[in-house]
């Protein structure tokens, strides 16, 4: 398994990868493992290049909300995810 189907994996089970700089959050916490935090460190410098580019902020009649996509999804597929959302834009070093 390489970076792109561990990074859809942890998004298969509700977890949230966001990159900042050279920094990498995955959470919540309490539901990483060891294998899990082992694969992280593993994978670290493949997956930050790869969320810099998955990150959309949509825009919902109550409230925004970071949407983290498999790579390649467009404006247009975000929204009819969202069919209530206002807007998405992209996000970048999220």
């Known amino acids: ?23 990498l959050w995955v959470g919540p916490r309490d ?3 060891d294998g899990l935090r082992e694969q992280i460190t593993c994978f670290k410098a493949q997956m930050l290049g790869l969320v810099a ?7 919902l009649p109550d409230r925004t ?3 983290t996509v498999p790579q390649g999804m467009t404006r247009a ?17 999220v």
């Open 1 to 23: 398994m390489g970076a792109p189907e561990f990074l859809d994996q942890l998004n298969a089970e509700g977890l949230v990868v966001v990159g900042d700089g050279d920094h």
């Open 31 to 33: 539901r990483l493992t």
């Open 53 to 59: 580019h998955r990150h959309w902020m949509v825009a």
């Open 65 to 67: 909300i970071l949407f």
């Open 77 to 93: 597929e975000v929204l009819q995810h969202y069919p209530t959302a206002l807007d998405a834009q992209p996000r970048r070093g």
